[in-house]
């Protein structure tokens, strides 16, 4: 007999074929492959399942135990092998003892289950109604055809137009181009963030902003509550509201500059190269979207679009898989590596999502490139003219006993703490106080939570 062990406090249910389960009120948003995200609003819990399950948890109600559930399941869609129908009851005791963890049970056999509550995440989409009108298809089009119009004017006059390091110090005062770097690049954060937030809100959906690290970078990044409850076309519209503001500030900025170049406007040549520096940071800013190793919104389309959670883990696995099995040849210690991962990937479901593996295994080294291009041509040059110009001007203001080159160089270095201080801060709050699980326990997980021991993929 099929049957499945659940543990609440003290008590210990037994999950079987006999048992009634309820569920709490699900949403349920159907994807164009045919599976469904299926989740509770109050704690924005979502999980993406195939239509089979989605089916299953829709004919628990509470009435009916699991063995009847499957056979009328078996009724609707016709399944006549005796072999898969106790295969089915099997995965769905499986399904029901995930479905617990995440908190979507309300009983089983009558006994209440502990639930989480969460706050409310609804927000009148009526109320905000006229934001939709700046996420709209045709307002994104505008946007993006302003950033192809700057792209246009760099490759039309690159020796120009194209961002480069001495971009950042605009002002003869090393002091002022870092601060207006510093609030610039602020500035665009927000925007972006508030992109994010903003159109969230034109859904119907609330957000929240919050600092974090990503690799040697400060970040701030959106969380968004219950978007899987919003159709996919919704979604991607949310994903790509922070990318086009940028694009936005890009272009814009470049059909300035190259107005004043033709003499359509007469800017002074201060705010000229103030805006080749918000260019520059406006660039980055784009550029970073484009670093797939990492799971920025560009990321969140190609996961969407695909349909393969996970994406980002499973293509980083094939990688190392990759590369352990080139050095297996010639040290044997990477060996047990290699059939490590066999192990992971010798199954159905990576079998399924192996030719959108392979594709986007390419980007992340794409990726990768583009990180350490950044890197060398701006990061390493910006901090280091900051740095240098710093210690010189207290060098040479101690020399000459000028307390105002004293001042100014230590404004240099300070500036340069204060965003690598916040750098470690977030670093070490990462590394001691948030609970990471290693990329393994995250696939085994993720093949639990999605699918079954058999048929992950039909």
């Not at 994807?31 to 195939?50: A, F, I």
């Not at 979207?289 to 393969?308: H, N, P, W």
């Not at 080159?405 to 916040?422: K, R, S």
Request: hydrophobic fraction near 45%.
């Amino acid at each position: 007999m099929q049957k499945s062990i659940i543990k609440q406090r003290e008590k210990k249910i037994i999950l079987s074929g006999n048992s009634i389960v309820e569920f709490l009120p699900l949403t349920r948003v159907q994807e164009p492959d045919g599976k469904y995200y299926v989740g509770r609003e109050e704690t924005s819990t979502y999980l993406h399942l195939k239509n089979k399950y989605a089916e299953i948890i829709r004919l628990c109600d509470g009435k009916r135990n699991l063995r009847e559930v499957i056979e009328l399941y078996i009724a609707y869609n016709g399944i006549k092998r005796e072999r898969r129908k106790k295969a089915l009851l099997g995965e769905t005791l499986l399904l029901i003892e995930q479905l617990v963890g995440y908190g979507f049970v309300r009983y089983i056999d009558n006994i209440k289950l502990m639930t989480k509550r969460g706050s409310d995440s609804k927000v009148s989409r009526r109320k905000y109604k006229f934001l939709s009108i700046f996420f709209s298809t045709p307002a994104m089009a505008f946007y993006f055809l302003i950033f192809l119009i700057g792209i246009a004017i760099t490759i039309n006059n690159p020796a120009k137009y194209i961002p480069r390091t001495r971009d950042v110090f605009w002002h003869h005062l090393l002091t002022i181009s870092l601060i207006t770097q510093l609030a610039v690049s602020l500035a665009l954060i927000f925007k972006h963030e508030l992109a994010h937030l903003l159109s969230a809100l034109a859904f119907g959906i609330k957000g929240e902003i919050y600092l974090s690290r990503r690799m040697l970078y400060l970040v701030a990044e959106t969380r968004l509550k219950d978007i899987y409850k919003l159709p996919r076309k919704e979604r991607i519209t949310i994903y790509l509201a922070g990318i086009a503001s940028d694009a936005i500030v890009y272009g814009f900025c470049l059909i300035l500059l190259h107005l004043d170049d033709v003499g359509v406007f007469d800017f002074s040549s201060l705010f000229a190269l103030f805006l080749k520096q918000v260019i520059l940071v406006s660039f980055i800013s784009i550029l970073w979207q484009f670093r797939f190793y990492m799971k920025t919104d560009i990321y969140a389309i190609f996961e969407d679009v695909s349909g393969c959670d996970e994406l980002l883990a499973l293509a980083k696995g094939k990688i190392k898989y990759r590369i352990y099995k080139l050095l297996s040849f010639f040290l044997s210690k990477f060996r047990s590596k290699v059939s490590h991962y066999k192990k992971l990937f010798g199954n159905e479901l990576y079998i399924e999502a192996k030719h959108i593996l392979s594709w986007y295994a390419l980007f992340v080294l794409a990726g990768i490139l583009i990180s350490i291009t950044q890197f060398i041509v701006y990061d390493v040059p910006i901090t280091f003219i900051a740095v240098k110009g710093g210690c010189l001007k207290i060098i040479l203001g101690f020399h000459n006993h000028l307390s105002s080159l004293i001042i100014e160089g230590n404004v240099i270095l300070l500036l340069q703490l204060i965003y690598w201080g916040l750098f470690i801060y977030v670093f070490v709050k990462d590394l001691f106080f948030v609970n990471k699980k290693k990329w393994d326990e995250n696939i085994i997980r993720w093949m639990k939570e999605i699918s079954s021991t058999k048929e992950v993929w039909e």
